[in-house]
């Protein structure tokens, strides 16, 4: 089960808003949305290559999402500099 269309943004939101936080990125609300959710893939995706699986909970999304998303502000800032 997963959070459907309407959670999955307001996670993402909120991942890619904590992760620019964290990272003292300066993006913006739309930004933020994107950086959770396509952070939240990227993630899921690299912990299905080692084997592991989030749960479709939304904490365990957040916390994927949050990781993902500070995995992009970081690569996109390696490739700007």
């Known amino acids: 089960m997963g959070l459907g269309f309407l959670g999955s943004i307001f996670v993402g939101g909120l991942a890619g808003w904590i992760a620019s936080m964290i990272m003292k990125a300066d993006t913006g609300i739309l930004a933020n949305i994107i950086l959770g959710i396509v952070g939240a893939i990227v993630a899921n995706f690299l912990l299905g290559v080692v084997g592991i699986s989030a749960s479709g909970w939304w904490v365990s999304q957040l916390v994927v999402g949050l990781l993902g ?6 690569v996109g800032r390696a490739v700007r500099n």
């Open 69 to 74: 998303a500070c995995i992009l502000i970081g």
